[in-house]
Structures are given as C-alpha cells and as structure tokens.
C-alpha cells in the first residue's frame, strides 16, 4: 500500500470511518493542529537530556494520538474497531496533578515570562504551548459545530489544561527566565 494515492488530489481526504470531506473543514483544521503540536514534542523530546521529561513528554503524544483518533472518526462504533480510549476525565485530572507537582518544584513567577528559557527545550517546549492553544481554539470551533462522539468534552478541557502543564514544563526545563518587565 503506498502513502500516495491521488484521492486527495481534489481537497478532500477519508476520516476515519467511509465519510470524505474538505482538507480545510474545522475538523481537519482541529486534527492538523493536533498534528503538529505532537510533531513540536516529538522534537522537544529528542531534544532534552532528562529522561524524566522524555517520557512525559512520549505520554502527551500518546495522548494526542487519540485525541485525533476522537477528531477524526466519524462514530463511536468506528473507534471501538480501531480500540482507541477516548480522552476522559481522568487524563484531565492526570495532566493538573502534574501541574500542581511541577508549580511546586519551580520558583513563583514574577510576571510575563519572554519565551526561550535559555535552552533550546524550553523555547520548543513554549512553541509547543503556544500551537496547543491554537489546536484548542480550533477544536472548540469544532465541537461548537459539530460536538464529541459521545457527548464528552474532556478532549477540550484536556487541550487546556495541555497548555498550562507545557507551560511550567519548560519554566521548569529552563536555564534562565527574563520577565517582560525587565526591560532588557
């Protein structure tokens, strides 16, 4: 089977199930940013020395693999064949309890934060929140329009509490930190 079939040739792609539609259809705009917030992890995790954070980090895509299995599937019949876990309340509670732990373990903020943190994890980790905030406003428009599979809407809550928890990691990933107000 080769990757390329020419199906798509004329804007519109399969989702998972028998439907097609536009390549630019707030669902695919939803995956695509998924997409590629997974792919700015994948190179945040390549990048660091500190297993911990690797494998945190291998989880959040693990994550994300079935939050566009969510976006993309056409019903919920279409996930069980596929045995995709839908995200759930309890991946919520996982990601703020991680949160909670890290804001622990990093010195209290004085302010806006100028994304970089003195080390290339840290600023791919800040790329990495600033496209998840991007992929939850475009999954919002999404379930505004359309709605979940099964009436959940934890893959948005999740997506929010992503951005916080990508947030400290790289506050907590980082060398140095220079405040907005800092004037420099």
């Not at 566009?68 to 995709?84: D, F, G, T």
């Not at 959940?152 to 060398?175: M, W």
Request: with cysteine.
């Amino acid at each position: 089977m080769s990757v390329t079939t020419g199906r798509g040739d004329k804007g519109r792609t399969g989702i998972l199930g028998s439907s097609r539609c536009n390549k630019w259809s707030p669902r695919f705009e939803a995956v695509g940013d998924v997409d590629e917030l997974s792919t700015i992890l994948g190179i945040a995790r390549q990048s660091t020395e500190d297993e911990r954070v690797a494998r945190e980090i291998l989880v959040i895509q693990k994550d994300l693999y079935r939050l566009n299995a969510e976006l993309a599937a056409e019903s919920q019949e279409v996930l069980s064949r596929l045995s995709v876990m839908l995200i759930g309340p309890g991946d919520v509670r996982r990601v703020e309890e991680r949160v909670r732990e890290l804001e622990r373990q990093i010195d209290r903020l004085k302010g806006f934060v100028i994304p970089g943190g003195g080390n290339i994890v840290s600023a791919r980790l800040d790329h990495a929140r600033a496209v998840c905030r991007r992929a939850e406003r475009r999954v919002g428009r999404f379930l505004s329009e359309q709605g979940t599979i099964d009436g959940d809407t934890s893959i948005l809550k999740y997506l929010n509490r992503l951005s916080d928890y990508l947030f400290i990691l790289a506050r907590h990933t980082e060398t140095t930190r220079t405040y907005a107000e800092d004037g420099k």
